[in-house]
């Protein structure tokens, strides 16, 4: 168990550009979330997958964000025509079944757009 | 809305001394309160998770109480560290949904 993996560590990218961003959860986890985070700031809940099915969606997430969780397994968090005020750490939790599970958090992709 | 609320935004306290870090929140129908650990340029680590129909829970040298009905929450750091040194975050979940809602943290440095 290597617990939760996130790739890339650190991007930078030119607004305008798309980014991706890929987060292997622990395996034998079902529970797969995408948090945002800004310097002093907590953790903003971005999206909830259990399995393959994205169950919750937060209203931060606008049409340029997109997330996928093919066969129930890895996840992929895209953000289209970036912009300024995307750069954040973007976190990736997961957590097994049941509703007072502990949370399990990746060491997060570091987005700077220029 | 719910929201959370953590005070004091930064300590610092010389090591031995034990500490208290507070959290509040608005809304008290929550299902759970999680503590979490943060070091620079890293993710999360959960610390402990108190269930809504909790009063406490203990960890090692750490101790986090809820008090639903008045909407708080205290982590106990008994006999601090310099290895304590982190940013510490609370959050809640809410009966209807299983995202998670942050305190901005505080920022804790024991000085040897």
């Known amino acids: 168990d290597t617990g939760v993996s996130q790739d890339p560590r650190h991007k930078i990218t030119k607004r305008g550009q798309n980014v991706t961003f890929r987060c292997d959860p622990i395996s034998e986890h079902n529970r797969l979330y995408w948090y945002r985070q800004t310097l002093g700031q907590g953790p903003e809940f971005l999206t909830y997958?259990?399995?393959?099915?994205?169950?919750?969606k937060s209203r931060l997430l606008s049409d340029r964000f997109s997330a996928e969780r093919p066969k129930g397994s890895f996840s992929t968090l895209e953000i289209q025509r970036t912009e300024q005020g995307d750069s954040a750490m973007y976190l990736c939790a997961s957590s097994s079944t049941g509703f007072n599970e502990k949370l399990f958090f990746g060491s997060g992709t570091q987005l700077s757009v220029l | 809305k719910q929201e959370v609320t953590q005070i004091p935004a930064a300590l610092s306290v010389p090591e031995g001394e034990n500490l208290v870090l507070n959290c509040s929140f608005t809304d008290s129908a929550i299902y759970n309160l999680q503590w979490f650990r943060q070091d620079p340029g890293k993710g999360l680590t959960s610390l402990l998770l108190i269930q809504s129909s909790q009063r406490e829970q203990t960890s090692g040298r750490l101790n986090a109480s809820l008090d639903k009905s008045s909407g708080r929450s205290t982590l106990y750091i008994a006999a601090s560290q310099p290895g304590d040194s982190a940013t510490y975050l609370c959050?809640?979940?809410?009966?209807?949904?299983?995202?998670?809602?942050f305190g901005s943290g505080t920022r804790l440095l024991v000085r040897p």
């Open positions: 997958f259990q399995n393959e099915a994205q169950l919750e």
């Open positions: 959050a809640v979940r809410m009966d209807s949904s299983y995202k998670l809602i």
